[in-house]
């Protein structure tokens, strides 16, 4: 009688923990996609403003200087 109780015991735990693995994974996918489709927004605007306007480079000390006089930073 033990035996038989260990072993539904046993049955309980495993399907509990695969249905908890199910839930747990259901949102993973549409995350993953905002998190691409962020990657590349920021590549298109990178390109963007590499091409039209001020040289990369420019734009980017300007970025650090703004960030840098925000937080009251002094720059290296």
Known sequence: MEK???S???VQLTVADK???RRRESGQGSLEYVGMIAVAALIIALVVAA???PTLK???DG???????S???PPK
């Open 58 to 60: 420019t734009w980017i």
């Open 4 to 6: 038989l109780m260990l």
């Open 71 to 73: 937080t009251n930073v």
């Open 63 to 69: 970025v650090i200087t703004g960030i840098t006089t």
């Open 8 to 10: 539904l015991y046993m």
């Open 51 to 53: 091409v039209s306007g």
């Open 19 to 21: 249905l908890r693995n």
